[in-house]
């Protein structure tokens, strides 16, 4: 099965800011719909975010308001632009597209770790 590629992660101070990748593979990218989760040492993977393939977007309440996720259809890549990072951002974040309850066109990739620590 494919894989999704994510990339971006790193160590940043609170208040800091990152801007994570999400690679895609080429064929119909612009056809689905992609989303970040991230799961937290101890915790289970959480939605935090998702993009419709036309870009219309929602993100969860606790990151709403410092979180961005934007995509590039042109070049099969989804971002998400993380500002004023706090502790508890820490986790490992991937990316997929959500078919359905606990359903994903990808198989999913290694993550990328954020660390968010002074």
């Known amino acids: 099965q494919v894989r999704v590629e994510e990339s971006g992660g790193g160590l940043v101070h609170p208040g800091g800011s990152l801007k994570l990748s999400c690679a895609a593979p080429a064929s119909g990218f612009d056809g689905y719909a992609m989303a970040w989760y991230r799961q937290a040492p101890g915790l289970r993977r959480e939605l935090i975010a998702t993009i419709t393939a036309r870009g219309v977007t929602r993100i969860i309440d606790a990151v709403k308001d410092r979180f961005t996720v934007s995509r590039d259809n042109a070049n099969n890549m989804m971002y998400l632009q993380m500002n004023n990072l706090k502790p508890e951002d820490t986790a490992v974040y991937y990316c997929?597209?959500?078919?359905?309850?606990?359903?994903?066109?990808?198989?999913w990739g290694q993550g990328t770790p954020v660390t968010v620590s002074s």
């Open positions: 997929n597209a959500p078919l359905g309850p606990d359903k994903f066109k990808f198989a």
